[in-house]
C-alpha cells in the first residue's frame, strides 16, 4: 500500500528521560507520581515524569534496607546488570562440591517438587516429549478452572528439529495474541533452559505452570496473563552442553537471530508483547573460582535486571523497586541467599568480578530494550549433576513466583509505565543523543565465597565490574531513522522478527543524512565479561566517521523510521561500529548499506507484507 509523503507520526518535542540505567536508587525524591503518569498516558504529546516515589503497596514487604542480606544492597558507585551463565571448560581442583561443610549450607527445602525430570532414583532431567505431556496435561486440567483459557504453541524447531512449546494461561475469552493486547492485563513471559546444562530452571517451570493451571498460582490470572517456555535449546538439553547443537550461545544471540531457537523466542516476543521476561538459568559453583579465589560460590540465587545503554530509566526503576527488593525479601523469608548476578573471565590470571555483559544481545538486555522489565534468576547448580536440586528448583520457583505476584500487584502501574514510555521512545528521534557503546564501571566489592572444605564464609575484597553503572565510551547524535540498501533483506528480516516497523522506499527520493565513511577495520571475535563469545563467527572491528549531505535514495530501499517504541533497539543493530552491530556480524553487506537520515524525509512508502 502507498502511503503519501511521509509526514504520519510527526515528531514531538521530546522529554528528558534519561538512557542510561540509575546510579543510585536512595536518590529518589519522595513525590507522588502515580496520578500524574496515568494522565500522562492519555495524552498525546510527551511530558516529563514527576519525580520517582520509593513506595510499596500496603501488601507488599518493608523496604529492603530493613530485611535483606547487606549483600543485596544497591551499589553506590554504580548502576546496569547483564545476563551470563558460564559453564567452565577449566579443571576442577581436588575438592568435593559435596564436603560436608558445603552441604550444611544448602539443606532440602520441606516442600519436595516432582516433576518427571524430579523423580527419586532418577538420572535423566525432564525430556522434550515428557515437557510436551505435562504442558498438555496443565491444559487439561485448567478446563476445570472456570474462566481460564490455555493454549500450546509451538514456536518453531531447533537445529536438531526439536519442537520448540510455550504454554499461554489468561483469563479472557479470546487467548491469541490480539486477545491477551485487548484484555488488559500485562504479560509475563518466562523462558527456561537457554543453557542446556542448566535445567533448573526448565524444571522449576513446569511447576510454575501446574500452579498457574490448577494450584496455588492461578489466582494471579485474574490480573496478568502469562506465557511458559519450559526449554528453549531443546538440543543442548538433550546434549547437556550450554550451546545449541551447532555451537552458538543462543542468549547472545537475541540481537543478531542467527539460531532458529532465537528467532523462536523473538517472533513469541513479537507477538505477545510482554511487559515482563524472566529467564531462568544456573551459575557455576567452582571451577574458575576455585582456581582464582580457592572458594566456591555460596548463594542460592543471582539476579539481575537488563543493564545495557539506551535503557529507559523508569523500566530500570520498577525492575528495582517493583520487583527486585519484593524478590529479595520473599527469597530472605523463604530462608535462601541472594546477590546480584556476577561471573569471572576464563583467564585465571585475571582475578576481576563483572556484574555481568553490558551488551545488547542477550536476552535480558535485548527485552529491555523492547521496553520490558527483564529478569534474570540464575541458581547455583552448573558442576553439581543433580546435587541440591530440589533447593535449585524451590529458589527458581520463589522467584519466579514473587515476579508473578509483583507484576498482579503492580498490574495498571505497568500498563500506564510501558504506554508512557513507548510514546517517550517514538517522540525521541532527531533529538538528543543516542549511545554507541559503553563500560561497566570499575569499583572495589567485598564478596562472600564458601571455604571449599569447611563450607564457612569466606569473605574477599575484588576488582568489580559494576554494571549498574555505564560509561559512555561513544554516542552521536539520534537520527530521525535509517535507510537500508534494497540488498539488505537479511537485516530487515531480522529486524521485523523483532516487531520493528519497516517501510519500502516507493519512489526515488532526496534525504538529508550522513553516510558512514570506513577510518579504520580489523577482524576480530564478540566478547563478553567470560572471553571469546560461542559463535563461530569472526566479526568486523570498523571506526567510522560521518559524512552530511542530501542523498539519492533509489526505490526498493528500506526505511527503518525510529519514531517507534523499539527504536533503542534499532540503533544497536543499525549503528555499525559496536561488536554486536548487524555490520559487524556481516547481517548487511557492506558498510554503505546503511544511511543515517537526520531530517524528516519527505518520500512515498509501502508498507511490507
Excluded at 530509566?313 to 525492575?319: H, P, S
Excluded at 543493530?573 to 543515517?596: C, H, K, V, W
Aim: net charge neutral; charged share 15%; proline share 7%.
Amino acid at each position: 500500500m502507498k502511503t503519501s509523503p511521509s509526514q504520519s507520526s510527526p515528531l514531538l518535542p521530546a522529554s528528558p528521560v534519561l538512557t542510561q540505567p540509575i546510579a543510585a536508587l536512595k536518590s529518589f525524591k519522595k513525590l507522588s507520581w502515580l496520578l500524574p503518569l496515568a494522565l500522562l498516558a492519555s495524552c498525546g504529546t510527551t511530558v516529563p515524569l514527576p519525580a520517582w516515589q520509593s513506595v510499596y503497596p500496603d501488601t507488599a514487604p518493608a523496604p529492603i534496607s530493613q530485611q535483606a542480606p547487606v549483600d543485596n544492597a544497591p551499589i553506590a558507585s554504580a548502576s546496569p546488570v547483564t545476563t551470563g551463565t558460564v559453564s567452565s571448560a577449566l579443571p576442577l581442583a581436588p575438592v568435593s562440591l559435596d564436603s560436608a561443610g558445603v552441604a550444611a549450607r544448602f539443606p532440602d527445602p520441606s516442600r519436595r517438587y516432582a516433576t518427571p525430570g524430579l523423580q527419586a532414583n532418577r538420572s535423566q532431567w525432564t525430556t522434550q516429549s515428557e515437557i510436551h505431556n505435562w504442558l498438555s496435561d496443565q491444559a487439561s486440567a485448567s478446563i476445570l478452572n472456570p474462566g481460564m483459557q490455555t493454549a500450546i504453541l509451538t514456536l518453531g524447531n531447533s537445529q536438531g528439529g526439536a519442537p520448540i512449546e510455550a504454554l499461554v494461561l489468561a483469563r479472557t475469552t479470546d487467548i491469541s495474541p490480539t486477545g491477551l493486547a485487548a484484555n488488559g492485563k500485562p504479560t509475563v513471559l518466562l523462558v527456561g533452559q537457554q543453557h542446556g546444562n542448566e535445567p533448573a530452571g526448565s524444571e522449576a517451570l513446569l511447576v510454575i505452570a501446574r500452579e498457574l493451571a490448577q494450584g496455588s498460582l492461578s489466582g494471579l490470572l485474574e490480573q496478568i496473563n502469562v506465557v511458559i517456555v519450559p526449554r528453549a535449546n531443546p538440543d543442548g538439553a538433550e546434549r547437556d552442553q550450554r550451546t545449541t547443537s551447532s555451537g552458538i550461545d543462543m542468549n547472545r544471540d537475541h540481537l543478531l537471530l542467527n539460531t532458529p531457537e532465537a528467532q523462536a523466542l523473538a517472533r513469541l516476543s513479537r507477538d505477545y508483547k510482554p511487559a515482563v521476561v524472566v529467564d531462568a538459568h544456573e551459575y557455576t559453583v567452582a571451577g574458575r573460582y576455585l582456581e582464582k579465589f580457592g572458594a566456591v560460590q555460596k548463594y542460592d540465587a543471582l539476579l539481575q535486571y537488563a543493564t545495557t545503554a539506551n535503557l529507559p530509566e523508569f523500566v530500570t526503576k520498577a525492575a528495582e523497586e517493583w520487583f527486585r527488593q519484593p524478590m529479595l525479601a520473599d527469597l530472605q523469608r523463604a530462608g535462601l541467599t541472594s546477590q546480584w548476578y556476577y561471573t569471572t573471565s576464563n583467564n585465571l590470571a585475571d582475578k576481576k568480578v563483572a556484574m555481568g555483559g553490558v551488551q545488547p544481545d542477550t536476552g535480558r538486555n535485548v527485552s529491555g530494550l523492547k521496553n520490558a522489565v527483564s529478569f534474570l534468576v540464575e541458581t547455583r547448580g552448573i558442576g553439581l549433576g543433580r546435587q541440591h536440586i530440589q533447593r535449585r528448583v524451590h529458589t527458581q520457583f520463589v522467584a519466579i513466583s514473587s515476579v508473578l505476584a509483583s507484576t498482579a500487584r503492580r498490574a495498571s502501574d505497568l500498563n500506564i509505565l510501558r504506554s508512557y514510555v513507548d510514546k517517550d521512545i517514538s517522540q525521541l528521534a532527531c533529538q538528543n543523543q543516542a549511545i554507541i557503546t559503553a563500560q561497566a564501571s570499575p569499583s572495589t566489592r567485598e564478596l562472600l565465597m564458601l571455604d571449599p572444605i569447611s563450607g564457612a564464609d569466606k569473605a574477599l575484597s575484588v576488582e568489580w565490574d559494576n554494571s549498574l553503572e555505564l560509561r559512555t565510551t561513544k554516542s552521536r547524535a539520534r537520527p530521525c531513522g535509517y535507510v537500508l540498501s534494497a540488498a539488505s533483506s537479511v537485516a530487515v528480516e531480522r529486524l521485523r522478527l523483532q516487531g520493528v516497523k519497516v517501510v519500502r522506499v516507493a519512489d526515488q527520493a532526496a534525504m538529508l543524512g550522513e553516510r558512514y565513511q570506513e577510518t579504520q577495520s580489523s577482524n576480530g571475535q564478540r566478547q563478553d565479561v567470560r572471553g571469546a563469545i560461542a559463535d563461530a563467527r569472526a566479526i568486523t572491528r570498523v571506526e567510522v566517521s560521518l559524512n552530511p549531505g542530501l542523498i539519492d535514495v533509489a526505490r526498493g530501499s528500506y526505511y527503518v523510521p525510529l519514531n517507534q517504541p523499539l527504536a533503542n533497539l534499532v540503533i544497536a543493530a543499525l549503528e555499525p561500529d559496536s561488536q554486536s552491530s548487524f555490520f559487524a556480524n556481516q547481517l548487511l553487506p557492506q558498510l554503505q548499506s546503511t544511511i543515517r537520515v537526520t531530517a524528516l524525509p519527505q518520500a512515498n512508502f509501502e508498507e511490507l507484507n
